[in-house]
Nanobody, 115 residues
Framework: QVQLVESGGGLVQPGGSLRLSCAAS????????MSWYRQAPGKERELVATITRFGGRTDYADSMKGRFTISRDNAKNTVYLQMKSLKPEDTAVYYCNAEGGAFSWGQGTQVTVSS
């Protein structure tokens, strides 16, 4: 059974940083490109960043370039999202999934950027 467990969210002031983690199980992690997504209140889920199977390439949504960094550790079946220079508009529930949303969604982790 596939499980995606996101963690690391919280309340942070504008300009602050957070590091999100996603622990994956139930599938061969290194066989999949992995992505982070987010969903803000009243909005559709959007793609944040993607990393290829062995981390050789990363891609970001335009508004996240230069502020967010996606990485992975295949030995730990974990994908990370380092976020810096956070803005109030980054407030959302953040989810990980295989590229394209291949698996059932986890619970996500709430990120709130507010002073």
């Amino acid at each position: 059974q596939v499980q995606l467990v996101e963690s690391g969210g919280g309340l942070v002031q504008p300009g602050g940083s957070l590091r999100l983690s996603c622990a994956a199980s139930g599938f061969t992690f290194s066989s999949y490109a992995m992505s982070w997504y987010r969903q803000a209140p009243g909005k559709e889920r959007e793609l944040v960043a993607t990393i290829t199977r062995f981390g050789g390439r990363t891609d970001y949504a335009d508004s996240m370039k230069g502020r967010f960094t996606i990485s992975r550790d295949n030995a730990k079946n974990t994908v990370y999202l380092q976020m810096k220079s956070l803005k109030p508009e980054d407030t959302a529930v953040y989810y990980c999934n295989a590229e394209g949303g291949a698996f059932s969604w986890g619970q996500g982790t709430q990120v709130t950027v507010s002073s």
